[in-house]
Nanobody, 120 residues
Framework: QVQLVESGGGLVQPGGSLRLSCAASGSIFSIYSMGWYRQAPGKQRESVASITSGGNTNYADSVKGRFTISTDNTKNTVYLQMNSLKPEDTAVYYC??????????????WGQGTQVTVSS
């Protein structure tokens, strides 16, 4: 069994910062990528940022220059540093891990979500 445990969400004022963490535990053979998604009320879930095992990153246009994704591969943990937060960043943020088993089967894991609220 694989578990993703997220932390770091909360309430912050516009212009503030938060750092999200997602730790993956359990039987993971080979991680291909780790990433963050978000879903605001009444909207579809969208990709925020992702990073591959090779270090390639990808960001949504709306967060470029403000958010930074990073990993600690020794801990199977992915982070999302969010700076200059805006009210429109308010959403539930989900961690996602894509991995492959020893036999090459793809596995897709999601965290339970952490609420980020940007409001004065």
């Amino acid at each position: 069994q694989v578990q993703l445990v997220e932390s770091g969400g909360g309430l912050v004022q516009p212009g503030g910062s938060l750092r999200l963490s997602c730790a993956a535990s359990g039987s993971i053979f080979s991680i291909y990528s780790m990433g963050w998604y978000r879903q605001a009320p009444g909207k579809q879930r969208e990709s925020v940022a992702s990073i591959t095992s090779g270090g390639n990153t990808n960001y949504a246009d709306s967060v470029k220059g403000r958010f930074t994704i990073s990993t600690d591969n020794t801990k199977n943990t992915v982070y999302l540093q969010m700076n200059s937060l805006k009210p429109e960043d308010t959403a539930v943020y989900y961690c996602r891990v894509i991995s492959f088993t020893l036999t090459g089967a793809r596995r897709d894991y999601w965290g339970q979500g952490t609420q980020v609220t940007v409001s004065s």
